[in-house]
């Protein structure tokens, strides 16, 4: 494929995503000449620590970048999104992560050539980000696929890197697994709409994944300006883990049946309140509750495959 118009996007690679070290300099320099070869020039930024990518962007957009692609997992995408939001600069995403939810999501080919053929043929999607807000701190956090409020946040603080790269998306089922014999379910409260829940877990989704082919929140779409939130309330581990085990295999059918325990809501804003209740969003700890989920009303363009026409899907009988 070669296109007529000279284009340079601004990549930004994580070197240590997937398994690291020569093998992934030689994947990224392989993606820049696929890149050349469909028309498209790239200007290299390497990650070195925890927030480089927010910084790199910021940078990037600073200098007049108008098209930034990340390559790595979910987590470095994350990063970037923060100095995009209410920009005009596109994101576009060569997926090289553990789990690589939002390529996924967007039907972007999880290999080098696929994804280089997206980028050259630039088309993109508009889609509406979450915003977190840590209410004892003010720290602001934006967020592409979803926000998650207990178990998952606890698993997520503890999975080591070590075995995050060996294992890949195995590590979170490996940490959780060993997580659950001591875990303890532990209450907050969700207001949304003015009505107050009891929960143990909250999902804010975004996007109808939640990892790998799993879908806690299923008719969550990257495009529509709400969320899908999915509430577990149970103090017991045993049930608890049934349940959990439910809404991923199946989530909630189309006519909106589900688990007792469960429910589904949509909403423009969600807060939760407790006390030591970790969250995480887009699969990265950051911070504990009272916080504020709301959608930003600004979209970010994603170069993305063209969607086409989306399934009507209604949510009758949720509440």
């Not at 999902?203 to 799993?214: F, T």
């Not at 779409?221 to 577990?232: G, K, M, Q």
Request: proline fraction near 4%.
């Amino acid at each position: 494929m070669s296109t007529t118009n000279k284009r340079t996007v601004v990549l930004i690679a994580n070197p240590h995503a997937g398994r690291g070290g020569e093998r992934r300099a030689r994947e990224i320099e392989r993606f820049r000449s696929l890149l050349r070869k469909r028309g498209v020039e790239s200007e290299l930024a390497l990650t070195r620590a925890p927030e480089d990518a927010t910084r790199l962007a910021r940078e990037a957009v600073a200098a007049g970048a108008r098209e930034i692609v990340v390559s790595g997992g979910d987590g470095t995408i994350n990063e970037a999104l923060q100095s995009l939001v209410g920009t005009k600069a596109r994101l576009g995403v060569f997926p090289s992560g553990t789990a690589n939810v939002l390529a996924r999501e967007l039907k972007i080919p999880l290999d080098a050539e696929g994804a280089a053929d997206v980028v050259a043929r630039g088309s993109a999607r508009k889609v509406f980000a979450g915003l977190a807000s840590d209410e004892r701190t003010g720290a602001r956090r934006y967020f592409a696929l979803m926000a998650g409020v207990g178990l998952d946040a606890s698993i997520v603080n503890r999975v080591r890197p070590r075995l995050k790269r060996r294992v890949g998306e195995a590590a979170f089922w490996v940490s959780g697994l060993s997580h659950l014999a001591n875990w303890e379910p532990v209450p907050f409260d969700v207001e949304i709409g003015g009505e107050a829940h009891r929960a143990t877990f909250a999902a804010v989704g975004k996007a109808s994944r939640y990892g790998g082919d799993l879908s806690i929140t299923p008719r969550a779409r990257l495009d529509a300006p709400e969320f899908e939130v999915c509430l577990i309330d149970s103090e017991s581990r045993l049930r608890y883990l049934r349940l959990l085990a439910s809404v991923m295999r199946r989530g909630a059918s189309d006519e909106g049946e589900t688990a007792p325990g469960v429910r589904y809501l949509r909403a423009t804003r969600v807060r939760a309140a407790g006390e030591g209740v970790l969250v995480q969003a887009d699969g990265e700890l950051i911070g504990t509750l009272p916080m504020t989920f709301e959608i930003v009303a600004e979209p970010v363009e994603l170069i993305a495959p063209a969607e086409g026409r989306p399934r009507k899907i209604g949510y009758q009988n949720l509440r």
